[in-house]
């Protein structure tokens, strides 16, 4: 009964290294996203994909990069770490795009 | 202004109590609706979605005015266990497809 699964939970980071959060889903859903969540802001939309092979910006999709190359998986990955990526990223995922969201437990990352 | 706005609270209420929440979205294309609710630090929780006639669930009752562009969920009989914020999401088509989520609404349940 997995569902949403999100590696690692905790991650620090010097500036400018790279990295990859990893999100796997196993409920054959179509659509999955990538958010951050700062205090006061709310959760805010990086990217997200409606398929395998297709991809889109949302919010704020600077400094990020995702792909999609399997229903399952869907990576985000920071290219030159900054320390205003400092923050809570959730990865969720629904059977369509106008579903409820299954969310990950959340990847705490800190950029020093 | 925001595309969805949410009274940041906190609401600080005795136990058995009811409050309601209310969240406006500015698109009026906007197609789906959901409360979700988030304990510190835990990722989201869908609570219930929101439909037209609108729809409870035990002590939940969620509304939708299409009009007027808001949405409203009534807690009845608060529990200590309700204290958590509650975050209004609603989902767009416009060429692209999106969830927008409020900054949510907190809640204290005192015993």
């Known amino acids: 009964n997995a569902g949403v699964t999100q590696t690692p939970k905790f991650q620090v980071l010097k500036t400018g290294q790279s990295m990859t959060l990893q999100c796997a889903q196993d409920m054959n859903h179509e659509y999955m996203s990538w958010y951050r969540q700062d205090p006061g802001m709310g959760l805010r939309l990086i990217h997200y994909s409606v398929g395998a092979g297709i991809t889109d910006q949302g919010e704020v999709p600077n400094g990020y990069n995702v792909s999609r190359s399997t229903t399952e998986d869907f990576p985000l990955r920071l290219l030159s770490a900054a320390p205003s990526q400092t923050s809570v990223y959730f990865c969720a995922s629904s059977l369509y795009s106008n579903q409820p969201q299954h969310f990950g437990d959340g990847t705490r990352l800190s950029i020093l | 202004r925001k595309e969805v706005e949410q009274d940041p609270g906190p609401f600080n209420v005795p136990e058995g109590a009811t409050v309601a929440f209310n969240c406006t979205y500015s698109?009026?294309?906007?197609?789906?609706f959901f409360w979700y609710r988030q304990d510190c630090r835990k990722e989201p929780k869908l609570l219930m979605s929101v439909y037209s006639s609108g729809n409870e669930d035990g002590r939940f009752t969620a509304q939708l005015n299409r009009a007027s562009q808001y949405i409203s969920l009534l807690i009845r009989d608060s529990k200590l266990s309700d204290s958590a914020t509650y975050l209004c999401v609603v989902s767009t088509t416009s060429g692209t497809y999106k969830y927008i989520f409020g900054t949510g609404t907190r809640l204290k349940v005192l015993a």
């Open positions: 698109n009026s294309a906007s197609q789906s």
